[in-house]
């Protein structure tokens, strides 16, 4: 009796949205992909076909492994900042305080303001002159010894300081979606097995690491794969704050394939990118998904 | 006494967050009542006279009233017709397993993964091809509601597969029994229950659609359809060159305002959701 | 089941009708197609209003005539794919954003010589006649005229004369009275001079080429521009390398002036904060809006070097192109709407309008906002006029030498290094299969 009408079913509900998806999503994604064989300025209608050409450029490419470093390092630490806040306040945030119901309401603030927004908003807080960052460094500064070269405050300017700026900020946009999904995963731990754990002794911090962590281990997956989403293929926030300067020390992939599109009419090379960072995304996320596959409390829901 | 000191730390890094996120906020909004060189002059500090002209300037300048208009249409009509086809695909993936089913489901999770960009182009030329007489669909809200959807289809499947997979495996079979067929109990029996995750999605979906800035530029670029996000970011670009400032600040606080509002009004209802969709039962 | 749906789908219909009937009238032009001209501008400091208002009034002079002008900050995003799709505007000024280039190497823009060696707009000799040569050159490939200027903008730096005055400070015409000078600008509690730090091609055109210029005479400027091999690490280059260097160390420039954008650096210099700061003619329109009460602009040019060989009154410019795409429609119509608007009324109601010098001759006889008068005059005077082009001709060595600027301005390279990656760029270019531009002068 289940299977009566069940193909039809399928197909009639699966119908709309693949239809739909397919013909302005994949269709689109697959044209851009056949770009990749061919020299072209994206223009006009003059392609040269180069067969892969684009790829063996790219894999000499220092700009691409110097791109693809810095997602590296915000993946890692941006993103390990972001796990790490995220189950910290999700799990301060357990609480009935005032405290708490405030922070509830006003968590997610940062990550629904429009990215233009939040890149100017921290433009000027790292602003050397008026800034809220540089401020606080002079503070720091010793006396000014006569004939010195000048204390340089540049945040956004400076070469060291760029990177883990841009990483801050991206960190205070993103976090707020994870705290809420780490509030859902430790809601979702059933009663008895906080309770219990109390009755045996753990409290706080103790309770938090053998309970409350390996029981987030599912939520967690999901977080990670998020992350190595947003980070290797984050753009818009760089773009608009940095341009991947200065002199390149905040340029990701995106950013450098906005620049070969678009700035070098390069169509074919961008989109040769734009799949070996397809294909990078889809092997970190294979090899997080194996490596946490195994749930190490035991404990199976 | 050491509880205490716990609960005084717990309390002092909640507050500490609670700034953080505040603090810009409130910037941008003092900001947006300082006159231009007062921005750079005081950044910091309290505006010295309220300057509501700014908004008025931004209002005007910018034709928000209109703008606003259209990028509400556009919105929801994404959502009136994304919730329903998602939910469907999402249902199908979820309790409905067949040959292939997993690598269609990583189609739909793949093409998130592709920067948006680059599909720009193409799906330009698409825009343009498809026809209905003398109209295309390119520089239409129904063609930019249409794209909208499809790139909407990724998130929202796979976060409604996770809500369905949450309902107890038997539901169907118990309602199947009582003679509802497969639409029916998707309809009256499973829809209902995934309420909380509708609004989610809902939501999450709004508040991004309401945001999208780089799809409206390219397929609707005229000014009589322009979206809201687009309308802002040229008066922040039109500002940038003559430096107004003020309005600026006005503006990008008036495109808030609707995202705020939503999410005030419903911030309870998406915490309960979190909660309630947690509890399989 | 189907009741559902069949519900679903007339939703979905209807809702379907109604947003496509609000769609704000139809996407194709009911105007007679052969009369009509899609113009798009982009719109930056002064706007659009000048070339929406010479639209009407040409449409007001040719019955029949359509002309649908439209512009934004960002427009060359709108207009790329329509070149893919060969579906482009019939005449226009895509901005900073859109490389020309590109468009002229796949042939995608008429060329114009046919067009300016007929008569001009009021009948006395050629169109061609009617601009000023050197800003015509500036828009040629190969023989052909390509791109056509409209406006142009001349580079140099500016300062407050009245705080000069009250300080009793002369404007230094040389390097040497700039060291001398710049402590004293220090003790009264402003720095000497800022820069735009975002956008590297600011310090570039006002630093960089005009002491290259300077020590090594145009050809220094010449050679690299045409990428002659060496000429980009000469003595020239690697000396005003030097000389930034030696600002930088002897702390002349503003705190901070690399994580500065435009505005910000432009603003610190009107607010009193910077005395100098490199800028082109645009300065005042862009600024008009955030002046601080009393701030006051004037040009001066760059300081020359103590014993340089370059033409001291060697000046830089660039010009804003316009373009007609061959696969844009109507061509005859489109040359005439640019002619009309390149006549010496329009012209010159531009200059007085806009605040900005047009291409046109005779055009700076118009009324001109005050801090135009210095700068047309030292054009007009000028031996040696110049504008930077390699940037737009070889994108990658444009975007390298944004790099290497940054990287000289924050001390993170040596000139030595700076003028080394910038030859090793130079030859990256030559290597690919780029076409090459020859600079004369």
């Not at chain 2, 005030?264 to 909660?275: D, N, Q, S, V």
């Amino acid at each position: 009796m289940r299977n009566r009408g069940r193909t039809a079913f399928i197909v009639t509900y699966l119908a709309p949205a693949t239809l739909l998806y397919g013909v302005f999503v994949i269709w689109p994604v697959l044209q851009a992909f056949g770009f990749s064989f061919y020299k072209w300025s994206g223009m006009s209608a003059n392609k040269t076909f180069v067969g892969f050409d684009n790829f063996k450029q790219l894999f000499h490419d220092s700009v691409f492994w110097q791109a693809l470093e810095h997602n590296a390092l915000i993946f890692l630490i941006g993103g390990g900042a972001i796990l790490v806040i995220g189950v910290g306040i999700a799990h301060a945030m357990q609480g009935e305080g005032r405290l708490t119901k405030v922070l509830r309401s006003v968590y997610l603030f940062p990550n629904i303001m429009s990215l233009v927004v939040v890149a100017i908003l921290w433009e000027f807080v790292y602003d050397p002159n008026i800034g809220l960052v540089s401020s606080l460094m002079r503070l720091f500064d010793g006396p000014v010894r006569a004939g010195a070269p000048p204390v340089d405050h540049s945040i956004l300017g400076s070469a060291t300081k760029a990177l883990p700026a841009v990483i801050v900020t991206f960190v205070w946009f993103a976090v707020g979606f994870y705290i809420m999904l780490f509030s859902t995963g430790i809601r979702q731990i059933p009663s008895e097995v906080v309770e219990a754990s109390k009755l045996d002794g753990a409290e706080g911090f103790h309770q938090f690491r053998k309970i409350t962590l390996p029981l987030l281990w599912s939520v967690g997956r999901i977080a990670v794969i998020y992350l190595v989403i947003n980070t290797l293929n984050v753009f818009a926030l760089v773009f608009l704050m940095t341009q991947g300067g200065p002199d390149r020390k905040t340029e990701v992939m995106l950013t450098y394939l906005y620049e070969q599109a678009f700035v070098n009419s390069d169509y074919g090379a961008a989109t040769a990118l734009a799949i070996a960072n397809f294909v990078i995304v889809m092997a970190v996320s294979g090899i997080v998904l194996r490596l946490t596959r195994k749930d190490p409390a035991g404990a199976s829901r | 006494m050491i509880s205490l000191l716990k609960r005084a730390g717990t309390n002092a890094v909640l507050f500490a967050f609670a700034l953080v996120v505040i603090v810009p906020l409130l910037w941008m909004v003092f900001s947006s009542f300082k006159s231009g060189p007062e921005i750079f002059a005081s950044p910091w500090g309290l505006p010295s006279k309220l300057h509501f002209e700014n908004f008025a300037h931004a209002w005007q300048t910018a034709g928000i009233a209109h703008f606003f208009l259209n990028s509400l249409i556009v919105t929801v009509a994404t959502l009136v017709v994304l919730i329903p086809i998602g939910a469907m695909a999402a249902y199908v993936f979820a309790r409905y397993p067949f040959l292939g089913s997993k690598v269609l489901f990583g189609t739909f999770l793949g093409g998130m993964m592709f920067p948006q960009f680059l599909t720009i182009v193409p799906l330009f030329f698409l825009m343009n091809s498809l026809k209905l007489g003398s109209y295309s669909l390119y520089d239409t809200k129904l063609g930019l509601t249409i794209v909208y959807i499809a790139y909407s289809l990724p998130f929202t499947v796979f976060v409604l597969a996770g809500f369905f997979q949450t309902l107890p495996k038997d539901l169907d079979e118990a309602a199947m029994i009582d003679g509802a067929s497969h639409s029916g109990v998707f309809w009256k029996v499973m829809l209902p229950l995934a309420k909380p995750g509708l609004i989610v999605v809902g939501i999450f979906n709004g508040i991004g659609l309401w945001n999208e800035y780089s799809l409206a530029l390219v397929l609707m670029p005229s000014e009589a359809n322009r979206t809201l996000p687009l309308g802002i970011a040229n008066l922040v670009m039109v500002e940038h060159y003559q430096s107004d400032w003020g309005a600026l600040f006005a503006g990008l606080v008036i495109v808030m305002i609707p995202v705020l509002i939503v999410y005030w009004i419903f911030r309870e209802k998406i915490h309960e959701t979190m909660l309630a969709g947690a509890l399989k039962g | 089941m189907k009741t559902h749906f069949l519900a679903l789908a007339v939703a979905s219909a209807s809702l379907g009708v109604l947003i496509g009937g609000c769609s704000g009238g139809s996407n194709e032009s009911t105007a007679d197609k052969s009369k009509h001209l899609d113009v798009v501008s982009f719109q930056g400091g002064f706007g659009i209003d000048f070339f929406k208002q010479a639209a009407k009034e040409y449409e007001a002079n040719h019955p029949g005539v359509t002309i649908s002008l439209t512009g934004g900050p960002r427009v060359w995003e709108q207009l790329r794919p329509q070149f893919a799709s060969g579906t482009p505007p019939s005449l226009t000024w895509p901005g900073w954003g859109m490389d020309y280039w590109a468009l002229i190497y796949d042939k995608q823009v008429l060329p114009l010589n046919d067009a300016l060696a007929k008569p001009a707009f009021d009948g006395k000799g050629t169109w061609r006649d009617t601009f000023d040569p050197a800003l015509l050159k500036l828009g040629e490939y190969q023989g052909q005229q390509y791109e056509l200027p409209y406006h142009y903008n001349i580079m140099g730096w500016w300062y407050n004369p009245d705080t000069f005055a009250k300080h009793g400070w002369a404007v230094p015409k040389t390097f040497s009275e700039l060291i001398a000078l710049c402590p004293k600008i220090k003790a009264a509690g402003m720095a000497p001079l800022t820069y735009q730090g975002q956008y590297p091609d600011y310090t570039i055109k006002g630093f960089l080429f005009p002491w290259v210029i300077s020590i090594g005479g145009i050809k220094a400027a010449d050679d690299a521009q045409s990428l002659v091999p060496g000429a980009w690490k000469s003595d020239a280059f690697l000396q005003a390398a030097r000389m930034i260097k030696q600002l930088r160390d002897q702390g002349f420039f503003e705190d901070g002036a690399n994580s500065l954008s435009h505005t910000q650096s432009q603003t610190d210099f009107l607010a009193g904060k910077a005395a100098m700061i490199p800028c082109g003619t645009w300065l005042e329109s862009e600024m008009k809006k955030t002046m601080p009460p009393g701030a006051k602009m004037a040009f001066m040019m760059p300081p020359v070097v103590d014993g340089g060989k370059g033409d001291p009154s060697a000046i830089m410019i660039g010009i804003e192109p316009w373009i007609i795409p061959t696969a844009g429609s109507n061509h005859e119509l489109a040359i005439d709407f640019y002619k009309f608007m390149t006549s010496l009324d329009k012209a010159k109601q531009f200059v007085t309008e806009c605040g900005t010098l047009t291409a046109i001759k005779g055009s700076d006889q118009a009324k001109m906002p005050e801090t135009l008068v210095e700068p047309a005059r030292l054009f007009r005077q000028s031996k040696t006029v110049y504008s930077i082009q390699f940037d737009t001709w070889y994108s990658t060595l444009g975007t390298e030498s944004k790099h290497a600027m940054e990287a000289l301005l924050n001390g993170s390279n040596t000139p030595e290094q700076f003028v080394d990656r910038l030859e090793a760029e130079a030859e990256k270019v030559r290597q690919s299969k780029k076409p090459i531009h020859t600079m004369t002068h």
